[in-house]
């Protein structure tokens, strides 16, 4: 569904999550949902197209929902499909992430495993911070809207993230 003319896009499936007992894959709107697109249902593949020459691979979930962009939060979920992967929760070079949340506050460390950097680390520089994303309803094509969003967190480091990223669950350095 996101196969542009010269490319195609992927992002970061970023962890696991329940209901208690139904498993999901978390992630962005702009991946899962290209967008506020997804009608629920939608196959989720992995990896992505980007990784797959533009095709879809192995159907791993189903779109299920996504917080509508402008929300303040870009974030959606997809119903894992059973015996597509493996289901401890353990992310590439992060492990299983602890089910503490922790406050961000400047200076704490922080990790994530994305698709394009891999595993990398930073620090947190700022909270509370309003920043202004563009989205582009197709891959990289077609008319595109910025969404502003607030109380956000910033992290500084060397290529902390990069294009492909996006979805990564951002932990603590510990």
Do not use: W
Not at 51 to 76: I, K
């Amino acid at each position: 569904n996101d196969i542009g003319k010269a490319f195609c896009c992927g992002g970061t499936l970023g962890s696991l999550v329940t209901d208690g007992t139904t498993q999901y894959i978390l992630s962005n709107n702009h991946l899962l949902a290209r967008s506020d697109q997804a009608l629920a249902g939608e196959d989720i593949s992995q990896p992505g197209l980007i990784d797959n020459s533009c095709q879809p691979a192995t159907t791993v979930a189903d779109f299920t929902t996504a917080v509508p962009l402008g929300q303040n939060v870009d974030a959606a979920i997809a119903q894992l499909r059973e015996n597509t992967m493996n289901t401890n929760g353990e992310i590439m070079d992060v492990g299983i992430p602890s089910s503490t949340v922790k406050s961000a506050t400047v200076g704490l460390g922080v990790a994530k495993s994305g698709r394009t950097t891999g595993f990398t680390t930073g620090t947190v520089s700022s909270i509370n911070t309003s920043v202004k994303v563009r989205y582009q309803k197709s891959c990289n094509m077609g008319r595109s809207v910025i969404v502003r969003y607030t109380d956000q967190v910033v992290v500084e480091g060397n290529t902390f993230a990069a294009g492909g990223d996006s979805g990564s669950l951002i932990v603590t350095n510990d």
